[in-house]
């Protein structure tokens, strides 16, 4: 026994020190591992940004603090990178943040620069932001930009998402999945519901109501492939700490289903947006079938993909309520009372989620008693209204605010992916110092933007979702400073900085691009637009021209210094695309002008100047190769799994960005500056137009511009379906 004691003491005595220090190595590793453990989602964003170098950042989530506001700590120390944040996704804005900060990297569509020091610079920050949530993704998006992407492009965008402090994403992708599921328990065969679903591209707009069946089948192949994509997005948005917002039942079934019931009050609407579209069928919201079908809709939804909190329900974008004059008021009271209690029988305490823009849309229906009538049943901490047009309308100061709710402010700055070169920083900063200094301004809970398409103009997204954490106190030159030296280089040169001072004056001093609806028809050029003679009223575009000439000059003289790859050509091919695309439109209004006149010469040289000219833009975005015809249509293509199907997904592809579709005033509203439509679509529209018209002027008999169009037309529907 005492040989036994005496082991034992003697071996204490030999391993104290050892055991001592393995077990602080252990208690310290556990408050580590269990940081690691709540920060591991942050820290993968960082480790797929920096790679091994994410192992010199310690992240820490320090949860209920600063009144549960997002805030975050950053200060370096012995070449040690330490972050405090109230969350996941904050961790990833404070680390970008600062790698930003000492010009080592930037986080864009087109790429990234990443240029890390050897060792980190002394640096210490602090901020936090008064809006808890930044809200980022259109319903449009889905259909202008993501429909082709796969799992790896969305994992590119939600990193981009977190650096940026992105935490309200809307996600509406695998949808498709349960509105089938659903309507198949409602007795709605495989070829009836075959008959409902539009094609993959114009999903959003079957989503919110405004159409049926435009360019389908939906192929069965699409409902498993987005079931499996949604869980991976929203597991990983959810382990980041974001809200993903998901789709909820707006009262709109299927034609199929309205026929088989026809004991159900449902309103068959009238076609949307000019017309030429199928019809919708709305259920009324005093129908037992609404929440029947809204909460089965969540219930399927909730086994499928999980617990959501925040729900977005859209009765009427862009369609005017079914409701009768005499008893208007309650019967918008009771669609918003319906789909507020269907969410909270279904989701107790989610949130129902709605855009505003149909306040903005139709501000004639939408008067502050119709509004405040529509809200009025609903707890305002359990509906949040996304104001996102602020570059358009003034809905929030129209709508006081929206009556008490939750709402949330931004812009749209991107319509259909359309993508001249335009924004206007000044006016997104004074807005916001405006809007927190604003007593009127309610319970104002979020703040970003919600663009219909994306990969365009990102030095605008980039600086609206730095607004909400500087608040607007950082001059828009000390910004733009940081910005370049984390785009270019870590010290831009004077004469770079100078180009782009011009291009805030000429071309970002533009916060919504107005003649991409000139005389009511889309396309955000004149080149763009099915060609008209009526061009000759044309105006002008928006910006200064002559400026953008001046930083187009020192942009070219200035890239040359640098290497091929750094982002400052792909600026220059920008500002050149669109400076010449603002020439040919000039030179368009000219040449219609010339052959009207009879001046046959000076037409045919503005012809041949106009020709050369779109060709060499085409020529030049090759230096783009997501900004291209052949990508979309190759990616399109390739989500196919069979000839056939790959056939349809193309064919959704071109038609979107060119037809769109009905009989109304769509058409190139989702037009693209991409390589390869200058040269292969709207340069031969304009050719065979002019072609035409110089024709009748030689021969000196009228010009039939309808029977011109309708050829046009005609072409264009080839185009589409040619593969």
Known sequence: MKRENFKIKKSNSLKLPVMFFLLLFFYGSKVYSQNNEKTKSAAAVIERLVGRRVNEFELHIVENNNENKDWFEIETTDNL???????????????YNFLRDIGAVLVSWEGNRINLPKSWPKYSKKGDTPFPYREYLNACTFGYTTPWWDWKRWEQEIDWMALHGINLPTAMEGQEAVWQELWKEYGLTSTQLEAHFAGPAFLPWQRMGNINSLEGPLPQEWF?????????ILERMRTLDMHPVVPAFSGYVPKAFAEKHPEAKITELNSWSGGGFESTFLLDSKDPLFKKIGKRFIEIYTKMYGKSNFYLADSFNEIEPPVTEH???????????????????????????????????????????????????????????????????KVWENQEAFYGKQWTYGYVHNYGGSNPVYGDLNFYKNELVSLLKNPHRGNVVGYGAMPEGLNNNAIVYEFIYDLPWSKGEQSVKDWLTNYLNARYEQKTSDSVFKAWELLLESVYSTK?????????????????????????????????????????????????????????????IDASRHYYSLSIDEDLVECVKAYQQKDITKGDQLFKKIEKQVLEIDKSMSGQPLNSL????????????????????????????????????????????????????????????????????VNNTPFDETKEREEIKNWEIKWTKNN
């Not at 987005?226 to 869980?231: G, I, P, V, W």
């Open 512 to 572: 919504y691009w107005e003649t991409r609806w000139w005389n009511d028809r889309a396309g955000a050029y004149l080149l763009f637009k099915r060609p008209t003679a009526t061009i000759t009223e044309f105006k002008g575009n928006p910006g200064d021209k002559d400026k953008l000439k001046e930083a187009l000059d020192i942009l070219k003289a200035e890239a040359k210094k640098y290497d091929k790859k750094n982002f400052i050509q792909y600026d220059l």
């Open 630 to 697: 052949n990508y979309w249509v190759k990616s399109a293509s390739e989500y196919g799994s069979t000839p056939e199907v790959s056939k349809l997904y193309v064919k959704n592809a071109k038609t979107l960005i060119t037809l769109w579709g009905g009989e109304g005033h769509l058409n190139d509203y989702a037009s693209r500056s991409w390589q390869g439509m200058y040269k292969g679509f709207y340069w031969p529209r304009w050719k065979m137009f002019l072609t035409a018209f110089k024709k009748t002027a």
């Open 81 to 95: 990178v330490k972050i405090k944040a109230s969350n996941n996704t904050t961790i990833c804005y404070a680390a």
């Open 224 to 232: 498993s492939k987005k079931e499996e994509l949604q869980k991976k």
């Open 327 to 393: 008893n208007k008021y309650e019967e918008l009271a009771n669609y918003g009372s319906a789909i507020y209690e269907t969410i909270e029988e279904a989701a107790p305490g989610a949130v129902w989620v709605m855009q505003g823009w149909l306040f903005g849309d139709n501000k004639n229906f939408w008067t502050k008693e119709a509004t405040s009538a529509f809200l009025s049943k609903v707890p305002n901490d359990r509906l949040m209204v996304q104001d996102y047009a602020n570059d358009r309308y």
